[in-house]
Structures are given as C-alpha cells and as structure tokens.
C-alpha cells in the first residue's frame, strides 16, 4: 500500500510535533532543574581578614547560567574582582554586584534587582574563589593587567 501525498504529509507533521514534544520537554527540565538549583543556593559567610594574600580562581555553573572570576587580595581586603566570564539570559546587569562586593568588602551582598540568579551565580563564584585553600601569590604571572594597575595604584596612594 502506497502512501498518498496527503498520508506523507501526516507522518511528517507527526514526526515533527514528536520531535517537538520531546525538544520542549528537555527545554523544560533544564530551565526547572536551573531554577531549583538557584532557589536553593546557600551562601557561606567568608572572613575576608583571614584570608592570605594572593590571586584567587573561583567558578559556579547552574547551566544556563555561568561565572568565573579572578579575586585578588591583600592585606586582608578584596582589592579587586574581574569577571573573566559570565553566561547569561538576561542578567547582565548582576555584574555590577562586583563593585558592591568589593566596596562593601564582602561577599554577603544583596542580589541585583531583575538579575537574582545572575547575582547569585557571580556571588558564588567568588564565595567558590575565596574558599579555596591555594591562591596564587600577588605578582605571580596570573595577575592580569587589571589587577597589576590596581595593586600599582594602591601602592601610589
């Protein structure tokens, strides 16, 4: 038995809201797992005096969204924060909690307005950094050019 035009048609839209079921309800599980785990993050709080100076690598991936930062400090005070990479939907404007963080000279910072699973994200890639045991000591090759004026500037003033 031969298919008609009309019956080839048929097997194909069915193929096609399959696929389409199957593609959606993969889109779904990752956007409901991403969200899950933002909702559930929990936070440490960091003594950023007792820290050792030194340049530290910090990341924190939930998927569909992702942060690695690059956090120096010294003399017991974050001296700075580079965001060396951030993923985001809409949340590119969580990267200003960098600043807040650094002037407020902690991690423990509200999260940005419209961008609350961004902010997170960035916040625990620094929490991830500082909570490491082996920082790259200050004038290491991993300081950045950033960095490097930073810690020039600081010894100017």
């Not at 060396?84 to 407020?104: C, F, T, Y």
Request: hydrophobic residues 45%; positive net charge; charged residues 20%.
């Amino acid at each position: 038995m031969r298919l008609s035009k009309k019956g080839y048609f048929v097997v194909a839209l069915a193929g096609v809201l399959i696929i389409g079921v199957v593609v959606l309800s993969v889109i779904l599980t990752s956007v409901n797992k991403y969200q899950t785990q933002a909702k559930e993050m929990e936070f440490s709080d960091i003594n950023i005096a007792s820290i050792p100076d030194g340049v530290y690598t910090g990341e924190c991936d939930l998927g569909l969204v992702y942060a690695k930062v690059e956090v120096v400090i010294r003399d017991g005070a974050i001296v700075g924060i580079k965001l060396l990479k951030h993923n985001n939907g809409r949340g590119a404007s969580a990267e200003q909690i960098i600043d807040i963080m650094v002037d407020k000279q902690t991690t423990n910072v509200d999260v940005i307005s419209g961008a609350t699973n961004s902010s997170k994200v960035i916040r625990k890639a620094v929490e991830n950094a500082l909570s490491k045991n082996h920082p790259s000591p200050i004038g290491a090759v991993l300081i950045t050019p950033y960095f490097r004026s930073i810690l020039t500037m600081q010894r100017l003033s």
